[in-house]
């Protein structure tokens, strides 16, 4: 049986972050991939233009319409915009009984760009992270969450970890990408009675544009069939394939985006020879048009 996977999350034209890397990573993962826009963003891989955020009830009216109709097996929050729309978020995840909820508390773009009003942060302290399964800060985030002004380190990450789940949700996976000085890029897992890292080689890369977009929506996708320490396990991996294959894309000035697709893309020119009888052909999309410029 497939899984039906809802992200609730904020746009981004460019493809690279929001919903567009969610649906791409649900995918990705062998989801079904649906969304539930909070806000329009105008933004590019060099930054955010503006956003408008959609009226709370119809944010609402989306998340009813998916529930209403489709059984959700999964759900990613990211971008939420505003104090009102978290109410209305967890009010209807709530009634909905959603289950499986992972959380990217995402307030700042990669660029700097504010994406969250300030309001906002009790209100998703309050009312979504104890509705979470797990919930994703990176090491700014998890200031924010705690009202710390933490000096970074893997040793001060363990005690921001431990501090983060007792705002209530039932794991923290607090991301490591801003500790920009290590050799790997640490993560910390951290649940009931485990704490787990997740090491991966830092790679040296400016196309990073929706890594925590991508990693939460790779968890979500996992969750419905696997426990918390794999679904992380495997989404971290998926991730570092995607970020190291990045820059084969040629998308933007700025951060550019991940390459969700990297494996299918490989086997793209062999399936769709098999699929079509024409045999060996190197006519894919990304052949054809990849480095045009
Ligand atoms: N340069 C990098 N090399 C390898 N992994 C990275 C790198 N930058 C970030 N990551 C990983 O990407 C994921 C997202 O991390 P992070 O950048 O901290 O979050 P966010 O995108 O929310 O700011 C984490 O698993 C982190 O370890
Ligand atoms: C709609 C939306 N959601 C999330 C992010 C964060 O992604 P990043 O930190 O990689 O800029 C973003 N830029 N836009």
Redesign the pocket.
């Known amino acids: 049986m497939t899984m039906n996977i809802l992200s609730i999350a904020g746009t981004d034209p460019t493809g690279g972050a929001g919903i567009h890397a969610d649906i791409k990573a649900f995918s990705a993962m062998g989801g079904y991939a649906m969304a539930a826009i909070t806000a329009v963003v105008a933004q590019n891989t060099r930054g955010v233009r503006s956003f408008v955020a959609l009226d709370p009830s119809f944010v609402g009216d989306q998340i009813d319409a998916v529930f209403d109709d489709v059984r959700v097996d999964a759900v990613k929050i990211g971008m939420v915009a505003n104090a009102r729309i978290v109410e209305t978020i967890a009010q209807r995840l709530y009634a909905h009984r959603a289950g499986n909820i992972v959380l990217?508390p995402v307030m700042v773009a990669?660029s700097g760009d504010h994406l969250l009003e300030p309001d906002a942060v009790a209100a998703i302290s309050e009312l979504l992270v104890p509705l979470a399964t797990v919930t994703t800060p990176?090491?700014p985030e998890a200031d924010v969450l705690l009202g710390t002004d933490a000096k970074w380190s893997l040793d001060a990450m363990r005690t921001s970890a431990v501090e983060l789940r007792q705002l209530g949700s039932e794991w923290i996976l607090l991301?490591?990408?801003?500790l920009h000085g290590s050799a790997q890029?640490?993560?910390l897992l951290h649940g009931p009675q485990t704490t787990i890292e997740l090491s991966?080689?830092?790679?040296r890369?400016r196309s990073?544009h929706g890594?925590?977009c991508t990693?939460s929506a790779a968890i979500a996708a996992l969750l419905p069939t696997c426990s918390v320490e794999d679904s992380a396990r495997m989404a971290?991996a998926y991730?570092?394939g995607a970020?190291a294959a990045s820059e084969d894309l040629d998308v933007g000035h700025g951060h550019g985006p991940l390459h969700h697709f990297h494996q299918l893309w490989r086997e793209l020119p062999r399936s769709l020879a098999e699929l079509s009888g024409t045999g060996e052909t190197t006519t894919t999309q990304s052949a054809e048009h990849g480095n045009s410029r």
Do not use: F, Y
């Not at 991301?175 to 801003?178: A, P, R, S, V």
């Not at 991966?200 to 790679?203: C, E, F, H, L």
């Open positions: 990217d990669k990176n090491l991301k490591g990408g801003h890029s640490v993560d991966a080689p830092r790679i890369t990073d890594t925590g990693l971290k991730l570092h970020l």
